[in-house]
């Protein structure tokens, strides 16, 4: 059962090109007024679809808090399928390693939950994760 005095709320999104297979990742970590914590984005080359860019936007998230020493969280993100398929404790191929080591790091968690919210909820996120997508793509014209 999660701690609600210290639960901070972990909103994640990615984003991806289908042109190039690039892939951005942003991540906003609020406490539960809504004041943030912390946040980030990132970006890899090579990333296969955009349900893994929503995977390891997540996987970011939830290790950038651990690593901050916060030990319940709810992490909200935008993407459906990627709730449905980690509350159902499914597994889709293309994700099954990040999603591994999603539960791996949970293990160290006093609580952790999952939930879907409407992408209106998770625009700081989503801006995040598209200046991830556009690094990438200027890493890749300098090159």
């Known amino acids: 059962m999660p701690n609600l005095t210290t639960t901070v709320q972990c909103f994640s999104d990615g984003a991806w090109d289908n042109a190039?297979?690039?892939?951005?990742?942003?991540?906003?970590?609020?406490?539960?007024?809504?004041?943030t914590l912390l946040q980030g984005s990132s970006h890899r080359c090579y990333v296969a679809s955009a349900m893994v860019a929503e995977a390891l936007a997540m996987k970011e998230a939830i290790s950038s808090a651990t690593n901050a020493g916060?030990?319940?969280?709810?992490c909200?993100?935008?993407?459906?399928?990627?709730?449905d398929l980690i509350t159902v404790n499914s597994s889709v191929t293309a994700i099954q390693g990040?999603?591994?080591?999603?539960?791996?790091?949970?293990?160290?968690?006093?609580?952790?939950?999952?939930?879907?919210?409407?992408?209106?909820k998770n625009k700081a996120a989503d801006?995040?994760?598209?200046?991830?997508?556009?690094?990438?793509?200027l890493n890749?014209?300098?090159l």
Request: net charge positive; with cysteine; glycine share 10%.
């Open 70 to 74: 916060f030990t319940d969280l709810l």
């Open 20 to 35: 190039t297979g690039r892939g951005g990742m942003g991540w906003i970590i609020q406490n539960q007024e809504g004041a």
């Open 98 to 120: 990040i999603l591994h080591d999603v539960d791996v790091m949970s293990r160290y968690l006093n609580s952790i939950s999952f939930s879907f919210i409407p992408r209106i």
């Open 127 to 137: 801006r995040l994760a598209k200046a991830g997508l556009v690094v990438a793509s």
């Open 76 to 83: 909200l993100t935008d993407c459906k399928s990627l709730t």
């Open 140 to 142: 890749s014209v300098m």
